[in-house]
């Protein structure tokens, strides 16, 4: 006799799964989280020109949350 499989059911605890790892991950990156330690992160100088007509340069550092943060405006 063939058995055959629930998918629904299967497909549905897959996703369990999935969300209850996810769920672990975060909360032990949360609890091993140390915001004092210092983090790699890239630099870079970037040149615009103003509105007063002028080039100015500004330092940014690309953050581990995948943003750009200015660090001095000359």
Known sequence: MK?????PVIAIMTMILI???VLIY???DF?????NN?????QKTLEYIGFDGKK???I???????NWVL????
Request: aromatic share 8%; hydrophobic share 40%.
């Open 56 to 58: 100015h340069q500004a």
């Open 26 to 28: 975060g909360v032990i």
């Open 38 to 42: 210092v983090q790699e992160a890239t």
């Open 31 to 35: 609890i091993t989280y140390e915001p």
């Open 3 to 7: 058995k055959e499989f629930n998918w």
């Open 19 to 21: 969300v209850l790892g």
């Open 60 to 66: 940014v550092v690309h953050t581990a949350q995948h």
């Open 71 to 74: 660090v001095e405006k000359k």
